[in-house]
């Protein structure tokens, strides 16, 4: 059984977590902590308690996890300084990982978050060199409030389009909600149309503008800084990623180690405990790789769908 | 916020067994009742976190101490879901209830229970130490009902399982186990033997038809009940993705246990 502790860390003393300890950690295992950070507003706990598992599981693995809550968010009160999130989730990690450092020895990091927590991870990697790994599930790597809604309704219906041309084409509940007129006949239409249009008349292909995300990326790959993308298919996120990041995916490759996973039939919070298990399946067959890279970082990792 | 009062995460409880909790200290004040939270269960346990969450630093800047904590088998407790149950909820309440008397040294006690558990407080007999009040929030009166909800509803969303021999049943990411869902039928709060406390508010931020004759109920039996009635958003169980805070409840109850509670 993997020995937790309730710790409370930070600037102010009031961020609230929870720390797994390491089992029969390998002494040079020790140094490296591995940090859980919010799914959105969901509490430390993570969606489905996808994060008591994860950390419970990398606890037997002698890995030392934290897991804990922004200012505001779960059991931690509110900050008084106002700082806008986007600035305080990326001090509230640095804190998380000056306090590992100080109680654990730990001086390299792999930073976990899904959705959003992803988001926090990403810009705490580009600003803190003993982030050494991220592993990012569900994610969307800029600000959602800065993507126009054009942009996202694009990646919506390449979402509705997939799900109807693949996964929906062989699901007898879809096509006899199809028949007995339940389904959102004119959203489909509209989708399958504007696809249908696009393969008839194809525009000549354009390079596609590399985004200061990949930029970023692949600055944090030249680093060492090794990368694990998960997915759910379908998910309109995935699509966004497919949409921005994928067109770079060998240049990306080719910089570092970065692997992606895309779990078909999940949702973009893994509710199924099957997706959850091969979550934790992927992630500690990339941690043992890693380790075992860690001063090798540049060597590009594998790239699967399944 | 965090001037007034204090945050204090811990483990608590059996050491084959430990369950997490959270209790929110007023730095000063005067009152003399602590507060125990009692958490939903299953996906409305982290669809409600946030709600319950707020309530507990409302009702600790009142003054009040109030510990949140979670059942084994849920959130940061130990265990998985084969460890959850009524019965298991119904023994983590009072090593609860001990652990809010060990730290807060309060001389009376009120009780606030959500969904599921609305109706543990209901059927929990607290006779040995009477409630200064109970706030029962969209109770399942009948845990019958409960259960079939739950099985239409994982046999039209949930992934199918790899493996068919287990009788759990998942929904939205919580498995319900046999026995759980077992226990769950046998619970009714729909007929109260006797007053559960002298004051009582029932919270319905989600219409059922039978929290009014449930108050009545209670009301015939003795207890000064309050039915608060509010078109605060609840956190539905279709509905795990989004994280509703239902103001309104939460105000009702900050409101009424400043007023009714020492």
Excluded at chain 1, 76 to 98: G, K, T
């Amino acid at each position: 059984m993997s020995t937790e502790r309730a710790v409370v860390f930070g600037r102010a003393g009031s961020l609230v977590g929870v720390l797994t300890e390491a089992k029969d950690g390998h002494p040079d295992e020790s140094t490296l902590g591995v940090i859980l950070i919010n799914a959105g507003v969901v509490h430390h706990v993570g969606p489905h308690r996808l994060y008591v598992d994860l950390a419970r599981l990398l606890s037997e693995r002698g890995r030392t996890v934290l897991r804990f809550d922004h200012s505001g968010v779960g059991d931690s009160p509110a900050r008084d300084d106002h700082l806008p999130f986007a600035e305080s989730s990326v001090i509230e990690v640095h804190d998380a990982m000056d306090w590992l450092k100080r109680e654990r020895g730990c001086t390299r990091f792999v930073l976990l978050g899904l959705c959003s927590g992803t988001l926090t991870a990403f810009r705490t990697a580009s600003r803190d060199p003993r982030v050494v790994g991220l592993v990012l599930l569900t994610s969307l790597l800029e600000d959602p409030s800065t993507v126009s809604e054009e942009v996202i309704q694009q990646a919506v219906d390449r979402r509705i389009t997939r799900s109807y041309t693949s996964e929906k084409a062989f699901d007898a509940k879809s096509w006899k909600k199809l028949v007995t007129g339940q389904a959102n006949y004119r959203q489909i239409a509209r989708v399958l149309a504007k696809r249908i249009q696009f393969f008839v008349a194809r525009p000549r292909k354009r390079a596609p503008r590399s985004s200061e995300v990949v930029v970023t990326l692949g600055t944090l790959l030249e680093r060492g800084v090794s990368v694990l993308f998960i997915f759910g298919e379908p998910t309109t996120v995935l699509e966004y990623f497919r949409m921005t990041v994928e067109p770079f995916w060998n240049d990306l490759v080719s910089r570092g180690r970065i692997a992606l996973h895309v779990l078909q039939r999940s949702d973009h919070t893994f509710s199924a405990s099957q997706h959850r298990q091969r979550i934790f399946e992927l992630i500690t067959e990339w941690l043992t790789a890693f380790q075992s890279e860690l001063e090798q970082a540049s060597v590009a990792g594998p790239r699967s769908s399944e | 916020m965090t001037s007034e009062i204090t945050v204090e995460p811990f483990f608590f409880g059996p050491s084959e067994g430990r369950l997490y909790g959270c209790y929110e200290r007023p730095k000063a004040t005067t009152r003399t009742t602590g507060i125990l939270l009692c958490n939903p269960m299953g996906p409305e346990y982290w669809s409600t976190h946030r709600g319950l969450r707020q309530l507990a630093s409302r009702l600790a800047q009142k003054g009040f101490p109030v510990l949140r904590f979670d059942y084994l088998g849920t959130g940061d407790s130990s265990g998985d879901s084969r460890h959850a149950g009524f019965m298991q909820m119904a023994r983590d309440l009072f090593v609860a209830l001990s652990e809010l008397e060990r730290r807060s040294r309060y001389t009376s006690v009120a009780v606030v229970g959500q969904r599921l558990g609305g109706s543990l407080i209901l059927s929990t007999d607290f006779s040995r130490e009477p409630l200064a009040g109970m706030v029962v929030w969209d109770p399942v009166v009948r845990g019958a009902e409960l259960v079939e909800d739950i099985l239409a509803r994982s046999r039209s969303n949930s992934v199918k399982s790899g493996s068919s021999v287990s009788t759990d049943v998942e929904y939205k990411g919580f498995s319900w186990t046999a026995s759980f869902r077992e226990e769950l039928t046998y619970v009714d709060v729909s007929a109260p033997a006797e007053a559960s406390a002298s004051r009582m508010l029932f919270v319905e931020t989600a219409h059922n038809e039978a929290l009014g004759p449930l108050c009545e109920s209670h009301r015939a039996r003795g207890s000064r009940v309050e039915h608060f009635v509010s078109e605060s958003p609840r956190a539905d169980i279709d509905e795990v993705d989004r994280i509703a805070v239902p103001a309104k409840a939460i105000h009702r109850i900050v409101g009424w246990m400043e007023a009714e509670l020492p």
